[in-house]
T-cell receptor, first 114, second 112 residues
């Protein structure tokens, strides 16, 4: 597609439930990133995929968070047993190759855990 | 981990005024970028800087990559209402594919 597409745009879930957030990057972009934006905070790096290399998971805050990228394209971020502190906007970005040319971000998924 | 200190946190300015915001780090960054985020949207790249001392303009925007590689500033001249939003600095600490580190943002409000 023309841009990075994320779904759903909004998600309200009950504490303890699992959620899946989807990211469809720009076609041909080999790098895909997930960031989290909490209220009043900057963008917190979560995980990074580059081609067929093993993902950089160094930003995942706990083992309740995981992500996969199938076929080098669509990515799913899964949060298990959601907690209220998981409430945030989850942003996905893709780039042609690495960060040097900047990322193209999606509009994000606003997750609210009640 | 590496952090970017962005200031000010927020600004209220009159339409037509110039704006300046900056970002500093205790460590060296090889690339500096400035993004703007509108409400309900993802950040959009405004300017990218790749060399120490580089000064780059994009319309009313001007940004510089500090000579020490530990800081950058963004200036907006003659602000207009559509400049409202959150401005983020971002840096890449190493070459290659290291993910960008982002500042906490400067929230700009423009009073007509």
């Amino acid at each position: 597609g023309a841009g990075v597409s994320q779904s759903p745009s909004n998600k309200v879930t009950e504490k303890g439930k699992d959620v899946e957030l989807r990211c469809d990057p720009i076609s041909g972009h080999t790098a895909l990133y997930w960031y989290r934006q909490s209220l009043g905070q900057g963008l917190e790096f979560l995980i990074y995929f580059q081609g067929n290399s093993a993902p950089d998971k160094s930003g995942l805050p706990s083992d309740r968070f995981s992500a996969e990228r199938t076929g080098g394209s669509v990515s799913t971020l899964t949060i298990q047993r959601t907690q209220q502190e998981d409430s945030a906007v989850y942003l996905c970005a893709s780039s042609v190759q690495g960060a040097i040319y900047g990322y193209t971000f999606g509009s994000g998924t606003r997750l609210t855990v009640v | 981990g590496q952090q970017l200190n962005q200031s000010p946190q927020s600004m209220f300015i009159q339409e037509g005024e110039d704006v300046s915001m900056n970002c500093t780090s205790s460590s060296i960054f090889n690339t500096w970028l400035w993004y703007k985020q509108d409400p309900g949207e993802g950040p959009v790249l405004l300017i990218a800087l790749y060399k120490a001392g580089e000064l780059t303009s994009n319309g009313r925007l001007t940004a510089q990559f500090g000579i020490t590689r530990k800081d950058s500033f963004l200036n907006i001249s003659a602000s207009i209402p559509s400049d409202v939003g959150i401005y983020f600095c971002a840096g890449q600490p190493n070459s290659g594919n290291t993910p960008l580190v982002f500042g906490k943002g400067t929230r700009l409000s423009v009073i007509a």
